[in-house]
C-alpha cells in the first residue's frame, strides 16, 4: 500500500462517520482520487527549497550564494503568495494554478541551467524569486475547496467536526511532505547529480499541478453547489474587502505560522550544524525526521480531542508543548535526549498547524478563503527563510551550542502568538 494509499485511508476513516445521513461523505463529495492526487501535487513545492540550495552550492561551489537564492525562493513565496491566492479567489482555482504550474515548471529548468552557466550571481538569485512568486499554492487551495465543499454539501450536524479532522489531515499531509522532500532531494542528488531534484520538481510541478488543477473539485464553488449563478462582477461584490484580512484577529495567526516556520527553518540548520560538527552532515535530515514523526502523529490526533477543549486552549497548550521540547534540544547532553526533545517539539507542533487552519477557516472573509489560508502557508515559507540564514550565520560566527538555542526563540514566538490569540477568541 503507498502512502498516498494510506493518507486516503485515513481520511476516509475521519470523514465517513455522519449522524445525518440524508448527505454524502467528504470523500464522496470529492472523490476517491482527490487526496492522493492534492497529496502529490504538494511535493513540488516541499523540494523547492532544499533542492535549490543544492543545486547552487554544488554548481556554484558556494554555501553562502546557496542560502541566499534559497532564501530568495522563500521571499518571493511569501510576497507574492497571498496575491495568488487573491487571484484564484477571483478568477478561480484552475486557471491560476495552470499558469502558475507552466510558468513555475520553465523557471525551475531555467535556473538548473543558469547555475552551470557563465551568468552573474544576481540573474540566479532574480530566476530564484520568480521559482518563489510562480509557486503553485497548492495547500491552501486544497484547504479552500474542502472548507467551500464542508459547507456547502455536507450535512450541518457533521460540519464542524468535519473541518476539524480535514485540517488534521491537511496538516499531517504537510508535515509528511515536508519531511519527503529534502529526502527526496538527497537521494535523488545523490543518485544522478545535484541538477536531477530540480528537474523532478519541473516535471511533477507540470504533472501533478496540473492534474490538481483540472480535478473536477477546482469548478465547485459553495454557491454553484447552491444551486446559484452569479457573474464575476456580483461575485467580487459579496467579497469581503481586503482590509478584513488585517484584523488583529488573522494577523495573530499569521505571527504563528511564521513562528512555526522559523522553528522549521532553525532546527534544520541547528541539525546541520550538530552533525556537520560530528563529520556526518548528511544525517541532519534523519534528525529532522523525529520531529516531523511527532508532528504528523499529534496532528492526526487532534480530531479525537474533546470539544470542549477549545481551539485556544488547544494552542496555548500544543506551544508550551513544543517550547518544552526546543529547551531539551538546547540543553541535550546525548543524541538520545536530542532526539527526545525533538519528538516532543513535534508533538506540540502537529496541534498548533491544526488549530491554526481551523481558526482560519472560522475567520476567513468572505469570499477571501484561498488568500487568507495562502498567507498562512507563505508566512510558513517566509519564517523558514529567514531562521535557516540567520541560524546558519549564527553558527559560523559563535558556535553551535548558540544555534540549538533558535528552535527555543522561535517557539517562543509561537507561544506569545498562542497567547495573543487567547484574548482575540470567544471561549
Same mark, same amino acid.
Given at each position: 500500500?503507498?502512502?498516498?494509499?494510506?493518507?486516503?485511508?485515513?481520511?476516509?476513516?475521519?470523514?465517513?462517520?455522519?449522524?445525518?445521513?440524508?448527505?454524502?461523505?467528504?470523500?464522496?463529495?470529492?472523490?476517491?482520487?482527490?487526496?492522493?492526487?492534492?497529496?502529490?501535487?504538494?511535493?513540488?513545492?516541499?523540494?523547492?527549497?532544499?533542492?535549490?540550495?543544492?543545486?547552487?552550492?554544488?554548481?556554484? !561551489?558556494?554555501?553562502?550564494?546557496?542560502?541566499?537564492?534559497?532564501?530568495?525562493?522563500?521571499?518571493?513565496?511569501?510576497? $507574492?503568495?497571498?496575491?495568488?491566492?487573491?487571484?484564484?479567489?477571483?478568477?478561480?482555482?484552475?486557471?491560476?494554478?495552470?499558469?502558475?504550474?507552466?510558468?513555475?515548471?520553465?523557471?525551475?529548468?531555467?535556473?538548473?541551467?543558469?547555475?552551470?552557466?557563465?551568468?552573474?550571481?544576481?540573474?540566479?538569485?532574480?530566476?530564484?524569486?520568480?521559482?518563489?512568486?510562480?509557486?503553485?499554492?497548492?495547500?491552501?487551495?486544497?484547504?479552500?475547496?474542502?472548507?467551500?465543499?464542508? &459547507?456547502?454539501?455536507?450535512?450541518?450536524?457533521?460540519?464542524?467536526?468535519?473541518?476539524?479532522?480535514?485540517?488534521?489531515?491537511?496538516?499531517?499531509? !504537510?508535515?509528511?511532505?515536508?519531511?519527503?522532500?529534502?529526502?527526496?532531494?538527497?537521494?535523488?542528488?545523490?543518485?544522478?547529480?545535484?541538477?536531477?531534484?530540480? $528537474?523532478?520538481?519541473?516535471?511533477?510541478?507540470?504533472?501533478?499541478?496540473?492534474?490538481?488543477?483540472? &480535478?473536477?473539485?477546482?469548478?465547485?464553488?459553495?454557491?454553484?453547489?447552491?444551486?446559484?449563478?452569479?457573474?464575476?462582477?456580483?461575485?467580487?461584490?459579496?467579497?469581503?474587502?481586503?482590509?478584513?484580512?488585517?484584523?488583529?484577529?488573522?494577523?495573530?495567526?499569521?505571527?504563528?505560522?511564521?513562528? $512555526?516556520?522559523?522553528?522549521?527553518?532553525?532546527?534544520?540548520?541547528?541539525?546541520?550544524?550538530?552533525?556537520? !560538527?560530528?563529520? &556526518?552532515?548528511?544525517?541532519?535530515?534523519?534528525?529532522?525526521?523525529?520531529?516531523?514523526?511527532?508532528?504528523?502523529?499529534?496532528?492526526?490526533?487532534?480530531?479525537?480531542?474533546?470539544?470542549?477543549?477549545?481551539?485556544?486552549?488547544?494552542?496555548?497548550?500544543?506551544?508550551?508543548?513544543?517550547?518544552?521540547?526546543?529547551?531539551?534540544?538546547?540543553?541535550?547532553?546525548?543524541?538520545?535526549?536530542?532526539?527526545?526533545?525533538?519528538?516532543?517539539?513535534?508533538?506540540?507542533?502537529?496541534?498548533?498547524?491544526?488549530? $491554526?487552519?481551523?481558526?482560519?477557516? &472560522?475567520?476567513?472573509?468572505?469570499?477571501?478563503?484561498?488568500?487568507?489560508?495562502?498567507?498562512?502557508?507563505?508566512?510558513?515559507?517566509?519564517?523558514?527563510?529567514?531562521?535557516?540564514?540567520?541560524?546558519?550565520?549564527?553558527?559560523?560566527?559563535?558556535?553551535?551550542?548558540?544555534?540549538?538555542?533558535?528552535?527555543?526563540?522561535?517557539?517562543?514566538?509561537?507561544?506569545?502568538?498562542?497567547?495573543?490569540?487567547?484574548?482575540?477568541?470567544?471561549?
Amino acid at each position: 500500500m503507498t502512502l498516498s494509499d494510506t493518507l486516503t485511508r485515513t481520511t476516509a476513516q475521519a470523514t465517513d462517520r455522519r449522524t445525518d445521513e440524508s448527505g454524502p461523505t467528504l470523500i464522496q463529495a470529492m472523490g476517491r482520487t482527490y487526496f492522493p492526487l492534492a497529496f502529490v501535487a504538494r511535493l513540488p513545492f516541499a523540494m523547492m527549497v532544499v533542492g535549490v540550495l543544492t543545486l547552487v552550492v554544488a554548481g556554484r !561551489d558556494s554555501l553562502t550564494l546557496g542560502g541566499m537564492t534559497s532564501g530568495v525562493v522563500g521571499i518571493g513565496g511569501a510576497a $507574492i503568495g497571498p496575491l495568488i491566492g487573491a487571484w484564484a479567489d477571483r478568477a478561480g482555482q484552475r486557471s491560476v494554478l495552470l499558469v502558475t504550474a507552466a510558468v513555475n515548471s520553465l523557471l525551475l529548468v531555467a535556473l538548473t541551467a543558469a547555475v552551470y552557466a557563465t551568468v552573474p550571481d544576481v540573474v540566479v538569485l532574480a530566476i530564484a524569486f520568480a521559482i518563489g512568486a510562480t509557486a503553485p499554492q497548492v495547500p491552501p487551495m486544497s484547504r479552500s475547496r474542502l472548507v467551500g465543499v464542508i &459547507h456547502s454539501r455536507l450535512p450541518a450536524a457533521i460540519r464542524a467536526r468535519t473541518v476539524s479532522r480535514t485540517m488534521s489531515y491537511e496538516s499531517a499531509a !504537510d508535515e509528511i511532505v515536508f519531511v519527503i522532500g529534502p529526502f527526496v532531494v538527497g537521494l535523488l542528488a545523490a543518485a544522478f547529480g545535484p541538477a536531477a531534484p530540480m $528537474i523532478a520538481a519541473a516535471a511533477l510541478t507540470a504533472l501533478a499541478v496540473g492534474a490538481f488543477a483540472l &480535478h473536477a473539485s477546482a469548478r465547485t464553488t459553495a454557491a454553484q453547489d447552491a444551486g446559484t449563478k452569479e457573474t464575476a462582477a456580483q461575485s467580487s461584490a459579496r467579497q469581503a474587502p481586503a482590509s478584513e484580512l488585517w484584523r488583529a484577529r488573522v494577523l495573530v495567526l499569521v505571527a504563528g505560522f511564521v513562528g $512555526i516556520g522559523l522553528f522549521f527553518g532553525a532546527t534544520l540548520t541547528a541539525m546541520s550544524a550538530v552533525t556537520g !560538527d560530528a563529520g &556526518h552532515s548528511e544525517r541532519a535530515g534523519l534528525l529532522y525526521g523525529f520531529m516531523g514523526i511527532g508532528s504528523v502523529v499529534s496532528a492526526l490526533a487532534v480530531s479525537a480531542l474533546p470539544a470542549r477543549f477549545s481551539l485556544r486552549a488547544r494552542w496555548l497548550t500544543a506551544a508550551v508543548v513544543q517550547l518544552a521540547g526546543a529547551v531539551v534540544v538546547a540543553t541535550a547532553g546525548s543524541t538520545g535526549v536530542l532526539i527526545a526533545g525533538l519528538v516532543l517539539a513535534g508533538l506540540g507542533i502537529g496541534p498548533s498547524l491544526v488549530t $491554526i487552519y481551523s481558526l482560519g477557516s &472560522h475567520r476567513s472573509p468572505l469570499g477571501r478563503g484561498t488568500t487568507l489560508m495562502t498567507m498562512l502557508g507563505s508566512a510558513i515559507i517566509l519564517g523558514q527563510s529567514a531562521a535557516s540564514a540567520g541560524t546558519g550565520a549564527l553558527a559560523d560566527t559563535v558556535g553551535t551550542t548558540a544555534a540549538l538555542w533558535m528552535p527555543a526563540v522561535a517557539a517562543g514566538v509561537v507561544l506569545a502568538a498562542a497567547a495573543g490569540n487567547w484574548r482575540q477568541t470567544d471561549r
